[in-house]
């Protein structure tokens, strides 16, 4: 359920006309709608009652300060994976103890940064790493609190570029390890062990692989607690999945994913932390666009919009198929028309839709692609030299800009030309030398 609605002939986030944002703020822009962003929170938030959890909204899939303080405002502690991030969430208001600490590759200034600033947990991914933990920490003369996250050798049934939890993977420590590592961390003076973690992948569509992993998590504390370690906390990572509109059979509810959840460890009298992130954000995004041209090529009709592939990688990337809906309702009796949906940028990889079926477009229509709210603007990039696109947030019938538009000059502002490339520096190999060669 979003608040993404037709009324009177056009395309509403709640009571805001989506045209009047793109005459405002232009195109392309993403426009997040807060009531879906609560709801969204509500029902996983309730669908956890009784276990006391803490949900730390996973920065990584939209990173905006407005969409975390939205969150964080109803109670959402956050995960973060940089130093960057962890910022983010400050600024956003989150408290310190609400946030956790996770990523395959911390450096030891995101280690002192995350010490300093007194955050709940941070999730350690190797050996390696737990000793620099250790060391940053005793430098700091503290004790860093820490969970070890282990890798449950587990196929999520995903994507593969967003599948975590196999052994061939890059994240966590092997689950066969933990004993050891343990051990080992025990003995290191600046390292306060608190629990495990797991994050086994993204867009799980299935909960059977939630359920293999959180019995691992279960057996682990069982045999962790019998070789004498506290075990307190078990951070059982995000994952659940949303329907982009092509999906074969339906998702999992979070109603169905507290139930694995209670099945399996909600007895261990741990503390359970949560990182959910495209479930909360997804369905709260939508990104519009403005149609440039309609081509129509020797087989087939593209539609070139100016979002491209920088604005949301999904599609390229993962070869995702978001619906793509007009932003004027187009009427019952209107045919469709199969085209493919374009970017500008030049890659052939820039296609949001191959084959969609759309009403009849013209050059100036908007259209909007549909949950966009997560991993969107959040992984957007100024390739080809386009600026960094525009945010804007829906509350009732408010809007803001949350993200202004980046600008051209300040992408060139960054640049530098070295001094041997200045207008009156003599060429260090002139034109006649290489013509005479
Ligand atoms: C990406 C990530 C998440 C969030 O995943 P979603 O699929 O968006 O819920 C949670 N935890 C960790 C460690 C992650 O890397």
Known sequence: ???FLYRDGRLHAEAIAIDDIADHVGTPVYVYSTATLERHYGVFRSALDGIDPLVCYAVKANGNIAVIRTLARLGAGADVVSGGEMRSALAAGVPPDR????????SRDEMAEALRAGILQINVESEPELEALSEVAVSLGRQAPAAIRINPDIDAHTHAKITTGRSENKFGIEWTAATAVFAKATALPGISLRGL??????QLADLEPFRQAFHRVRDLTTMLRANGHSIDTLDLGGGLGIPY????SPLPSPMQYAEVVKQTVADLECRLIFEPGRVLAGNAGVLVTRVLY??????RTFVIVDAAMNDLLRPTLYGARHAIVPVREPDATTGH????VVGPICESGDTFAGDIALPPVKAGDLLAIRTAGAYGAAMASSYNVRPLVAEVMVNGNAFAVIRERGTIDELLARQHLPAWLADDAPPRITKDAILST
């Open 197 to 202: 973690a797991i994050h086994i992948g993204s």
């Open 337 to 340: 028309t199969v085209v493919d």
């Open 245 to 248: 509109g092509d999906d074969a």
């Open 1 to 3: 359920m979003d608040h």
């Open 99 to 106: 946030i956790v600490f996770s990523g395959v590759g911390k």
């Open 294 to 299: 309609v081509k129509n090529g020797a087989t």
